[in-house]
């Protein structure tokens, strides 16, 4: 079993940067990719980034560019920083990992990831 604990969110003016974590343990070293999703209100969860065990990272559209996803194998942690924040980038932030060495159609489908963190707020005002 994977445990997955997010912190860094808060506010930020647009325009500004918030970095996010996920620690993982448990059995974190079965884990062969993380990422991030968001959800605003009343709308759907949507990927934001992945990152792979061998590097490989894909971006949502969204925020390629101003997004970086990486990780610290060595303290199973993967961080998020976000710059030139939007107020549309502004949702609740979950990390999720999983341990499979493929992914069912999309890295955006929410069931390519097995564990799930219980989110971190991020507010961006314009």
């Known amino acids: 079993q994977v445990q997955l604990a997010e912190s860094g969110g808060g506010s930020a003016q647009a325009g500004g940067s918030l970095r996010l974590s996920c620690a993982a343990s448990g059995i974190a070293s079965s884990v062969s990719r993380m990422a991030w999703f968001r959800q605003a209100p009343e709308k759907e969860r949507e990927g934001v980034a992945v990152i792979q065990q061998d590097g490989i990272t894909y971006y949502a559209s969204s925020v390629k560019g101003r997004f970086t996803i990486s990780l610290d194998g060595a303290e199973n942690t993967q961080y998020l920083q976000m710059n030139n924040l939007k107020p549309e980038d502004a949702a609740m932030y979950y990390c999720?990992?999983?341990?499979?060495?493929?992914?069912?159609?999309?890295?955006?489908?929410?069931?390519?990831?097995?564990?799930w963190g219980q989110g971190t707020q991020v507010t961006v005002s314009s």
């Open positions: 999720a990992a999983d341990y499979r060495s493929f992914y069912t159609g999309s890295w955006l489908n929410l069931n390519n990831y097995r564990y």
